[in-house]
């Protein structure tokens, strides 16, 4: 629908112009003032006519190509040439032609003239648009308002100063100056696509200015005489800047082109490579390491036209060749023993490539033992400095493997240690969340390992807290009533964290249970259990561990030490606050029958309202959240005990719990953290 | 974490700088297996930079004993901070690792 509205403005103008022509051709209204007006009047409307329906074609035309449009142009500029050069061939060949086939003839080269112009104009006009902003979009449409306002000084009759044509022009230069050197459809041509269009342009510069020769001369020369009073192109701003605009664009896209010309082989090749980059992050991107490997192998092999090679893929520390080409492994251990290979890839100076680029030289290989005259090592270390493989690259000649190819290699390694670093942070994302996992389980085991009451005894009071932290460890307490006046009390840490570490506190439990049906003096107790432990524990774990045997008929508690933190003891009697001290090395760490050397069993009187706090490393170690960073450490508990041991065991523990919460003020999430309280209330 | 290895006159001495925790351990796990894999057995341990020692670094260390005793070979600790002492007389680990105050100390008890 727009496209036949729009046509009807071509019909309109054509109308107009040719309705104006047959009033030349009637030549009494070209005559007089009145008609000259009435037909200067039409040319006007002509022209606005002319410009809307060639702006608007413009507009909704499809080809984007400039190819194609300077193919367009060409075409209809060599048919404008052959018509418009008519009445100038004729009028050299002095041929008569009755004045009425005269201006016709010349009118209708005219008129032809006139579509080309405004037709390449306005296909310019997607040039020029190519990567548009608003900026151009509104330089574009003043320059529209100035070419009517141009059509204008056509009118006869109306007398006008020579300045106002003068100043259209300046406006229209103004105008038309930036439009002319929007010319970034020059950086998207192709290959020869530059030379193609290079060559339109040079023939459409000759057409162009064959053409205005031919304005001029036809103006200036055989038919002003014949009165043809003006011909619409004399002092014509409108075409003057029509075709000025069109000149200019076409001699700026052409200099432009011509320099850019030496220029666009580096583009090019930049561009090329830049794809070929994302090629490979593509394909390296969506595999696993081994096949990333072999494909960054196979794109170096390709890329530096090597004769033959191979490559290492390292797993567990162990090299493997993998692949190799054109190679036999004979000849790869060899040469693999002659440049040093393994030496090479310890250097701690880790290099990105080693290149040998003439072997036999330096006695590498022999004439007629192998082809091959130059190597290139280039090592894949990944993102933490592990050599992740080798890739050898060979070639049949000397000095084979020069900077450029050595350098493009290096870039494709860079991307593949990419995709390394990819696949890594996905397994560790996996690992993270098989951790957390791994922690809520421990948790699990730790609450139910764990007594959290304790029933009413008739000697004494227990209280005791848990608290779990993010990342859960092994502690454990537990008692034992082994008879009327006697009780085992135990308190432990399992060296590491996560479910194994719940794991070997459940094995501590089973061992624990066990043992104390057996009743066995404090530091044997020690003993058989560093002995039970030894062998299901792993060698980099060891447990912490205190056990205390009481004994309510004597009024005695004796225990042992294996290296977990001391007892803190308040004598009720002396009325102080005290660690004690003592020799005791943690289960686990000696494995042997030598660890009865290094416990030790004491005994301690009992009072009523004595007091024993037995804690986990998690108590003393937690941080403080203030800037200091300090560890709430043993003093704090030590007066905390001080301060409270008049108060049932239950309040002490509440109140070691809410001192050390105020501390660390929640902070402390890093272990997890124990304390049992003990307190005599009979005996 | 950072360790630093020193290797001359037979003797491997390792800089530990930093903290000596759970994650860092596995690095030093490393360091001593290719020292025991390089018959390296008589290993100085600068403790002068090392802030802190978690259960998990001393299991390294705990893990490794017998296996250098094997070899007739030692643990050498020395220039350690008392925090990092205290850890260790904590869990009786002073009676079976030898810990001096100076590097000199360290070198005459190895070469001794």
């Not at chain 1, 142009?73 to 086939?101: E, N, Q, R, S």
């Not at chain 1, 075409?239 to 030496?262: D, Q, R």
Request: glycine share 6%; with cysteine.
């Amino acid at each position: 629908m727009q496209n036949r509205t729009n046509k009807l403005y071509l019909l309109l103008g054509s109308l107009l112009y040719w309705l104006s022509s047959l009033g030349f051709i009637w030549g009494e209204l070209a005559s007089s003032d009145m008609g000259q007006f009435l037909l200067s009047l039409l040319i006007i409307c002509s022209l606005i006519a002319h410009l809307w329906f060639f702006n608007q074609h413009s507009k909704h035309d499809q080809t984007f190509e400039a190819e194609q449009i300077f193919t367009k142009v060409l075409t209809f500029g060599i048919i404008t040439f052959a018509i418009a050069i008519v009445p100038f061939v004729l009028g050299k060949m002095d041929i008569l032609l009755t004045y009425k086939w005269e201006v016709i003839i010349r009118r209708f080269s005219a008129y032809i003239y006139l579509l080309f112009f405004l037709y390449t104009f306005t296909i310019y006009r997607k040039l020029m648009h190519i990567r548009k902003d608003t900026t151009i979009i509104r330089q574009w449409d003043s320059l529209l308002v100035v070419l009517v306002l141009a059509s204008l000084c056509n009118l006869k009759g109306v007398p006008f100063s020579n300045t106002f044509p003068i100043l259209l022009y300046i406006m229209g230069a103004i105008m038309l100056l930036p439009l002319i050197f929007r010319v970034k459809w020059i950086a998207l041509l192709k290959g020869k696509e530059k030379w193609l269009i290079l060559l339109f342009l040079l023939v459409l510069l000759t057409i162009n200015t064959a053409l205005i020769g031919l304005y001029v001369y036809s103006d200036l020369g055989v038919y002003t005489d014949q009165g043809i009073n003006q011909s619409m192109f004399l002092s014509n701003v409108f075409m003057g800047l029509v075709i000025g605009g069109v000149s200019a664009y076409h001699l700026a896209s052409f200099l432009i082109l011509l320099f850019y010309l030496p220029l666009s082989s580096v583009i090019e090749e930049q561009k090329s490579e830049i794809k070929s980059y994302q090629e490979i992050s593509k394909v390296l991107h969506k595999e696993g390491d081994r096949e990333t490997f072999d494909h960054l192998f196979k794109v170096c092999f390709a890329t530096t036209l090597s004769n033959s090679g191979w490559y290492i893929y390292i797993v567990d520390g162990k090299g493997e060749i993998v692949h190799t080409n054109n190679i036999k492994d004979v000849d790869i251990q060899l040469l693999s023993q002659r440049i040093g290979f393994e030496q090479l890839m310890q250097i701690e100076a880790k290099r990105g490539y080693y290149s040998f680029p003439d072997l036999k030289k330096r006695r590498y290989v022999f004439t007629n033992e192998m082809p091959y005259r130059s190597l290139l090592v280039l090592p894949i270390f990944t993102q933490n400095n592990s050599l992740k493989g080798v890739i050898c690259l060979l070639k049949d000649f000397v000095y084979g493997f020069d900077a450029d190819l050595i350098n493009l290699c290096k870039s494709y390694i860079d991307q593949a240690k990419l995709a390394f670093e990819n696949t890594r942070l996905i397994k560790q994302t996996i690992e993270d969340a098989r951790y957390k996992e791994e922690i809520e389980i421990a948790t699990k085991v730790q609450e139910a390992l764990i007594p959290s009451s304790f029933p009413k005894l008739e000697y004494c009071e227990i209280a005791a807290f848990n608290q779990s932290a993010r990342d859960v460890g092994g502690d454990y307490y537990d008692y034992s009533m082994i008879d009327d006046y006697s009780m085992a009390v135990v308190i432990g840490d399992v060296s590491g964290k996560g479910a194994a570490a719940a794991f070997h506190m459940a094995q501590m439990k089973g061992i624990f249970q066990a043992l104390i049906q057996l009743c066995l003096p404090a530091d044997n107790f020690l003993v058989m259990a560093n002995h039970s432990i030894s062998n299901c524990l792993e060698k980099n774990r060891f447990i912490t561990l205190i056990y205390l045997a009481f004994d309510f008929g004597f009024r005695n508690f004796t225990y042992s030490r294996a290296g977990h933190c001391p007892i803190l003891y308040y004598n009720a009697e002396q009325d102080e606050v005290s660690y004690l001290q003592d020799e005791g090395m943690g289960l686990g760490i000696i494995r042997n029958n030598s660890y009865t050397n290094f416990v030790e069993a004491h005994q301690v009187d009992l009072h009523v309202g004595d007091v024993i706090v037995l804690y986990t490393d998690g108590l003393v170690e937690g941080r403080s959240n203030s800037e200091k960073n300090e560890p709430f450490g043993y003093e704090r508990l030590k007066n905390c005990l001080r301060a409270y041991n008049q108060q049932s065991a239950a309040e002490i523990k509440t109140k070691i719990q809410d001192k050390f919460n105020l501390f660390t003020k929640g902070r402390n999430d890093t272990d997890d953290t124990a304390v049992l309280v003990i307190k005599i209330k009979h005996l | 974490m950072e360790i630093r290895q020193y290797f001359n006159e037979g003797l491997l001495t390792l800089a530990i700088e930093g903290d000596l925790d759970a994650a860092s351990s596995i690095e030093m796990d490393n360091v001593i297996k290719a020292a025991y894999v390089g018959q390296k057995y008589h290993i100085l341990i600068n403790c002068k930079l090392l802030n802190y020692i978690s259960s998990a670094g001393l299991g390294v260390f705990i893990s490794y004993l017998e296996d250098f005793k094997a070899q007739r070979g030692s643990f050498v600790f020395f220039e350690m901070n008392e925090e990092v002492y205290g850890v260790f007389e904590l869990l009786g680990l002073h009676n079976i690792f030898n810990i001096v105050k100076t590097e000199t100390e360290a070198k005459n008890l190895l070469n001794t």
